[in-house]
């Protein structure tokens, strides 16, 4: 597909509404986020255990905003339809479909955030959470709608595939991003009806957060096809076998996409300044909790670092994806985008070296009280959520100044 021709109307509108989605759920995990760090800001109380329990419970939504369903409907046709060339979207309503099941889980899931009491189960540890935990209906729902959504997506993403022809590394691509999605869906509802273990975000959620990774850096450099396949080879490895060294050799393939696709995009400074420092911290940090024998580690905030970093790898992939494609349709802001990115990533790592100083010392985690020798870390953390929202303002701001992309060309 052309650089300057827009993707077909389908794509674009289920596009839209579907990141407009995960963006309010986004910011309403943010919000809950941003209330328990300033909670953890200092030892001691400062609200009632039932309404910390609640704002925890709302940061737990944040992953819902940058799982599988989100990525596939918000970014998936988008990507998909520029892969294969799509001139239109067989079967548009499946995909309205998928959206409206994921709205349906979402919905079912903040109202469940919202009436959970402080016996949640997991949000406190003894003395924090007594009697039995309550397992409202809609805490099964909501995960199973979330699920089945990211499954009709893969459905209705590999009939676009299917129904049109692309050179082939553009088919195996598509072909990865829709596998992935369709084992995320298929893992997703397993873990709905407690089959399997939930582990979050799941292997295939982090392929295809490395996939739409790996193909928005890449870009349209002709140049670039061999680095590619082998970046998508590694990102596989790297998502059933997370080693620091398949991290490395991922960030170095990533940052030769850059310069053969142009090093001054604003999708480098959310792969090369985001995903690679995010992969390899988190390799780092994961392989020292498998490999040491503190055990109390395994329940500090050494673990909350560890997991706020992998959420941030498919977050930082999914923001790539925004600014790659957004081009077909609308251009954000360049410099205050790239700006944006890096400033998100400063904050980011501050924020989550915090955690993991903490967690070393021995900070359990799910609890607002602690001794007074956590301060510290505890301090650096909030400070590095307050730079990370700097930047996610500065990124607002470029989409807000930015314009729009003509002609239209796109079909249904």
């Known amino acids: 597909m052309h650089a300057m021709e827009r993707p077909p109307a389908t794509a674009r509108y289920v596009a839209i509404a579907q990141l407009a989605g ?8 943010m919000v809950g986020g941003g209330l328990v760090q300033v909670e953890l800001a200092a030892p001691g109380a400062r609200w009632s255990a039932q309404f910390y329990s609640k704002m925890l419970t709302f940061h737990g939504l944040t992953p819902l905003a940058i799982g599988a369903a989100p990525l596939a409907g918000g970014l998936g046709y988008l990507a998909i339809a520029k892969l294969v060339g799509a001139k239109r979207i067989p079967g548009s309503a499946l995909a309205w479909v998928a959206f409206g099941v994921w709205v349906i889980g979402i919905a079912c899931s903040i109202v469940a955030a919202l009436i959970v009491t402080n016996d949640t ?24 709608a979330i699920a089945a959504s990211a499954t009709l997506y893969a459905v209705h993403l590999a009939i676009v595939v299917i129904a049109h022809r692309a050179p082939s590394l553009q088919v195996a691509i598509a072909a990865v991003l829709v596998v992935a999605l369709g084992g995320a869906g298929v893992v997703g509802i397993w873990i709905a009806f407690d089959a399997i273990q939930p582990q979050d975000p799941n292997t295939f959620s982090l392929v295809l957060a490395l996939g739409l990774a790996t193909a928005a850096i890449a870009g349209d450099s002709t140049s670039s096809r061999v680095v590619t396949l082998i970046a ?181």
């Open 232 to 412: 998508l080879a590694v990102s596989l490895l790297w998502a059933f076998h997370p080693h620091v060294v398949l991290a490395l050799a991922l960030a170095g393939l990533w940052i030769a996409l850059a310069i053969m696709g142009g090093f001054s995009r604003p999708t480098v400074a959310f792969v090369v300044f985001g995903c690679s420092p995010a992969i390899v911290a988190h390799g780092l940090a994961a392989g020292f909790l498998t490999g040491t024998t503190e055990l109390h580690l395994f329940d500090t905030h050494f673990v909350v670092g560890t997991y706020h970093l992998l959420m941030a790898l498919v977050g930082f992939a999914a923001l790539a994806g925004v600014h790659a494609w957004s081009s077909f349709t609308y251009h954000p802001h360049r410099i205050l985008a790239w700006i944006g990115g890096c400033v998100c990533s400063a904050g980011l790592f501050l924020h989550a070296y915090g955690s993991l100083v903490a967690g070393s010392a021995g900070m359990p985690r799910r609890y607002w009280d602690y001794d007074p020798m956590f301060t510290a870390s505890h301090t650096l953390s909030m400070w590095g959520a307050g730079v990370l929202l700097v930047g996610a303002v500065l990124i607002a701001v470029a989409w807000f100044v930015g314009r729009v992309t003509a002609p239209a060309t796109g079909s249904r």
């Open 22 to 29: 995960a963006v309010l759920v986004a910011v309403l995990g």
């Open 121 to 144: 189960g997991w949000t406190f540890y003894t003395p924090f959470t007594v009697g039995e935990p309550r397992t409202p209906v809609l805490l099964y729902v909501g995960p199973l």
